[in-house]
């Protein structure tokens, strides 16, 4: 056995390396993170632009000195972005352009609205994908198309505008692409049997596409926003199950500028992964597997607190499923009543 001397110098030789160890990683690191995109005067293109969160990145890039290209399908919502976009210039040389296309149905359709695009406000440095729609209801109660649907428009959607920019940022080395995944993209909940694998299936492509095009200096961004004021949020609130809007307030209801405002920037600096809030950073640093780090800090951030959220995971997890048990009894005790009656 060591005596007690020689164990003391032996773990303060531990300690000493390993803050060594992390002052050299924090050292290399300006060589590993990406350098920031210069948005200004840079071609932003937004899908899903015409309304809530992807309006609000338009505005916020737009704020920043960026040329934009709107993608969607309502003509009339287009041009009423787009107005309103305007009112942010920052120089008078900034253009918005307005492009209705669906983006989930023909990937020739999408490539040739990317091409106009190029044609008019040069090359793509940015795109975000943030056309999508959501919906939720019981399993056995969703109707079986909306399942293909839902993939097409939030999967697919995404798949082919970033399909469509990639070989020329490849080429120019720089760009980035951004995912909009959900908090429902990180957890599965009552409700979402139909919603949450499609905002799972975004974090499966950008992580692949990220490690494809990092050596040349593309970055990919995923944000996983929670719920958020939006004309499509008070849509998919009208059909709600009770079990979903219970479960989901126990998440914070966001505004749509902040989300962006976090996504933007979150997009700029290349970081992988982009969460709003507390919730949001507990759940990004709880799930984060084997996605890749951008940071230093981020790295050692998740090694040093997985444990203590899963343990408040399993709080929580605890209180969803009394959720979902309570309302059936209550439907149950409902249903007994009306019989009686
Ligand atoms: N609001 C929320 O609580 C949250 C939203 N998200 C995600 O953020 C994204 C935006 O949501 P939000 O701002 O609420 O949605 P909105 O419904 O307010 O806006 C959706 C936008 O996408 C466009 N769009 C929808 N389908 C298509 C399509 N097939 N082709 C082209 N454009 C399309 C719409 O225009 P048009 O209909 O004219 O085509 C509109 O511009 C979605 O992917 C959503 O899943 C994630 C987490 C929370
Ligand atoms: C350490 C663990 C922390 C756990 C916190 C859990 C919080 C769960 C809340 C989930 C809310 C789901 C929002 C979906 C938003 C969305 O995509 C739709 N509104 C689309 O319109």
Do not use: W
Not at 226 to 236: A, I, K, S
Not at 239 to 248: A, D, N
Not at 284 to 309: A, D, H, K, N, R
């Amino acid at each position: 056995m060591l005596d007690s001397f020689t164990q003391s110098v032996m773990l303060l030789l531990v300690a000493a390396f390993l803050v060594a160890f992390v002052l050299l990683l924090y050292m290399v690191s300006p060589l590993i993170s990406p350098k920031p995109l210069k948005l200004a005067g840079a071609h932003v293109v937004v899908t899903g632009g015409s309304s809530g969160i992807g309006k609000c990145i338009a505005i916020e890039c737009f704020k920043q000195g960026a040329f934009i290209t709107l993608v969607a399908r309502d003509e009339a919502k287009l041009v009423q972005a787009k107005k309103e976009i305007e009112k942010h210039s920052v120089n008078d040389k900034q253009v918005v352009l307005c492009i209705s296309v669906d983006v989930s149905k023909e990937y020739r359709q999408v490539e040739n609205v990317i091409k106009q695009a190029q044609e008019k406000l040069g090359p793509v440095d940015m795109l975000v994908n943030c056309a999508g729609t959501s919906l939720s209801g019981k399993f056995e109660e969703i109707e079986i198309d909306r399942f293909a649907r839902l993939m097409e428009v939030n999967y697919l959607g995404s798949v082919y505008p970033s399909r469509a920019v990639i070989s020329t940022m490849k080429e120019r080395r720089m760009g980035r692409i951004v995912f909009i995944s959900s908090q429902a993209g990180q957890l599965g909940l009552f409700g979402y049997t139909a919603y949450s694998p499609t905002k799972f299936a975004l974090r499966g492509l950008a992580e692949s596409l990220q490690m494809e095009v990092k050596p040349y200096n593309v970055y990919v961004t995923v944000a996983y926003p929670p719920d958020t004021d939006t004309p499509g949020f008070t849509e998919e609130n009208k059909s709600k199950p009770l079990e979903t809007k219970l479960i989901s307030e126990t998440s914070s209801l966001c505004q749509a500028d902040q989300v962006a405002r976090v996504i933007v920037k979150d997009a700029v600096q290349g970081n992988f992964n982009s969460s709003v809030g507390s919730d949001g950073y507990m759940l990004s640093s709880l799930t984060c597997g084997m996605s890749p780090v951008t940071t230093i800090t981020e790295g050692l951030q998740q090694v040093v607190t997985m444990g203590l959220f899963r343990t408040i995971a399993l709080f929580y997890l605890g209180s969803f499923d009394s959720i979902v048990r309570r309302c059936m009894m209550e439907r149950q005790a409902c249903q007994k009543a009306d019989k009686t009656d």
